[in-house]
């Protein structure tokens, strides 16, 4: 899907709240820096944040510190932190500010994005849930692309088909879709029949945040 447009600012979001949003950011984050590629995890949830308490950052200073900047430049250096894995570095959300959906339209998100991408072969953005407020609208046409999380035993269709709709309204690019807690119907776990005779199982150990 990138071979025309690579692909450099990825975000991903849900419809609604407690779909395991957060948790499948952080993951994706950690695999990609597993390929040996340079990663930067920026929480850009700026109402909810949850990447410092995950990886037991300092949030004093972060995302809201680069946008409420007046210096004509800032030394990312002193702000973004290690994640204790390789090639994975991390940008918390830092203070909530009150006025999330301005400062992530603003001038300068676009340049800090601008100089991430040059920085960093991959940048994942954890951003916030769709139908609670406009932050991920005013943000998303600034990424490469985005990916929607859909939880099955929660994430209503309604609420799935609207998220959807708001994406192409915001002119995103909508990569596709996870599928995040699935259970079978047999008990928990996951079960996936591909139509040639084999079956693959996956664990499922329930975490969701």
Do not use: C
């Amino acid at each position: 899907m990138a071979i025309d447009h690579p692909i450099k600012t990825l975000a991903l979001t849900s419809a609604n709240v407690s779909e395991g949003k957060s948790t499948v950011t952080d993951n994706l984050a950690i695999v990609w820096a597993q390929t040996g590629q340079r990663v930067l995890l920026v929480d850009a949830d700026l109402r909810r944040s949850t990447l410092h308490w995950t990886f037991s950052l300092d949030n004093r200073e972060g995302l809201t510190t680069i946008l409420t900047s007046h210096a004509h430049s800032i030394d990312l250096n002193k702000i973004i932190q290690p994640s204790g894995i390789d090639n994975l570095s991390l940008l918390p959300s830092g203070p909530t500010p009150p006025n999330p959906a301005e400062l992530l339209s603003s001038q300068r998100m676009k340049d800090f994005l601008k100089a991430a991408r040059e920085r960093y072969d991959m940048v994942i953005v954890d951003v916030p849930p769709m139908l609670e407020v406009t932050d991920t609208q005013v943000i998303s046409h600034n990424l490469d692309a985005v990916v929607l999380v859909v939880n099955q035993g929660q994430t209503q269709k309604l609420g799935a088909k609207r998220a959807v709709e708001l994406l192409k309204m915001a002119h995103a690019n909508l990569l596709g879709y996870v599928m995040n807690d699935v259970v079978s119907d047999g008990g928990a776990g996951y079960g996936y029949g591909y139509g040639y005779g084999y079956g693959y199982g996956y664990g499922n150990d329930g975490d969701d945040k």
